[in-house]
């Protein structure tokens, strides 16, 4: 996963790659950029180094060509005239012909196939139907209503990862059934900031974070010392009662990502009862969304796509089996849960990878 593609390549060398290393280095200067109108979410992007990137300067435009490559890879929908590929991918379903896709796709899909077999299905790529049935996406923050029984009954023979057929010699990807679709938006944003760690890295940055809505990917060590003297970066953990301004726990890291995965990123209120809500979490069994007792899941380790495709996944295993299948196929992979009573349960080695630091 951590490969890039041609295209992004050629990328990473448009920039300056002569630069040396900042070891020496006495003064850092930070530069920053944000971006609103990718993955349907804020992206900020921050690096430490002599100089000062301008909003124009080509460190940033390389960057955004990478979050533009992405998104326009895995969007589902058309963007007016533009048909990004999963779009087209997911129009061939049903074509009886396999639709060759680039790398970054072919990839992304396979990562999300082998978690659906980890998982027995919990986590399922094929689950585009039943997400555009639910349009959680554009019901966030209101009062709306749910789609009927008879409605999530008639798409669920189309969610099945086991119909997908892929030919990796060949990069193509057959769909066979009509009206299945795929949606990696579980895995994308993952993807995306991967690609963007290797850029910098890449074009000479040491110290860098950047924040793809949530999923976070630090950089080396903070570009100068705490306070306390520490070195480490410290990420917070949102407190899933407020703001995302306001955390819970801190985890400090050194080159490492942090993703979470939360029942209060996207939900709707249900019209006929404000009382009950839905998240955007779905349960391809059911239809509906997981109901287990959990608040978030937060995963640290050293791929973001990795730990995006595992947030989603343990949330759907449930605490005491997300544990135990985490520990047993990820043993370098540390977890925290918090249920809906802000309890923490971790696994077992992240007090000896990291320094956790819960605030209740």
Not at 28 to 45: H, K, M, R
Not at 60 to 87: C, R, S
Not at 301 to 316: E, G, P, R, V, Y
């Amino acid at each position: 996963m951590r490969k890039i593609a041609s295209l992004l390549i050629l990328i990473l060398t448009v920039f300056l790659t002569s630069c040396n290393p900042t070891s020496n280095r006495t003064k850092l200067v930070e530069s920053n950029i944000d971006y609103f109108q990718y993955f349907d979410t804020l992206i900020y992007l921050r690096v430490w180094d002599t100089k000062k990137y301008n909003s124009d300067s080509e460190l940033w435009k390389g960057a955004e060509d990478i979050i533009k490559h992405i998104q326009l890879t895995f969007q589902k929908t058309k963007d007016g005239d533009f048909e990004p590929e999963l779009y087209k991918l997911n129009q061939s379903a049903g074509s009886g012909q396999p639709f060759k896709v680039s790398y970054d796709l072919f990839e992304v899909l396979k990562l999300g196939l082998e978690f659906a077999e980890l998982t027995d299905g919990k986590f399922d790529p094929t689950i585009g139907p039943l997400v555009d049935l639910w349009d959680i996406n554009n019901k966030a923050g209101k009062d709306a209503a749910p789609p009927s029984q008879e409605e999530i009954e008639a798409i669920l023979p189309l969610i099945d990862y086991r119909l997908v057929e892929l030919d990796e010699e060949n990069k193509t990807v057959l769909l066979p059934l009509k009206g299945m679709a795929i949606d990696l938006g579980a895995i994308a944003k993952g993807y995306a900031a991967d690609v963007l760690a290797d850029y910098f890295k890449a074009n000479g940055i040491e110290h860098a974070i950047i924040n793809l809505g949530g999923n976070i990917f630090a950089i080396g060590k903070r570009y100068e010392k705490r306070f306390d003297g520490r070195e480490e970066w410290a990420i917070g953990i949102r407190d899933p009662r407020f703001s995302a301004e306001d955390s819970i726990a801190n985890v400090y890291i050194v080159d490492k990502t942090i993703v979470t995965s939360g029942t209060y990123e996207r939900f709707f209120r249900d019209i006929n009862d404000t009382s009950k809500t839905y998240h955007h979490i779905l349960n391809p069994d059911t239809g509906y969304p997981y109901d287990n007792n959990i608040s978030s899941v937060t995963i640290i380790c050293d791929s973001s796509a990795l730990a995006d495709a595992l947030s989603t996944s343990l949330f759907a295993l449930g605490i005491e089996n997300g544990i135990k299948f985490l520990e047993g196929q990820f043993p370098d992979v540390a977890a925290v849960f918090i249920d809906n009573d802000m309890n923490f349960y971790k696994t077992s080695n992240i007090d000896e990878l990291y320094d956790f630091e819960p605030f209740i």
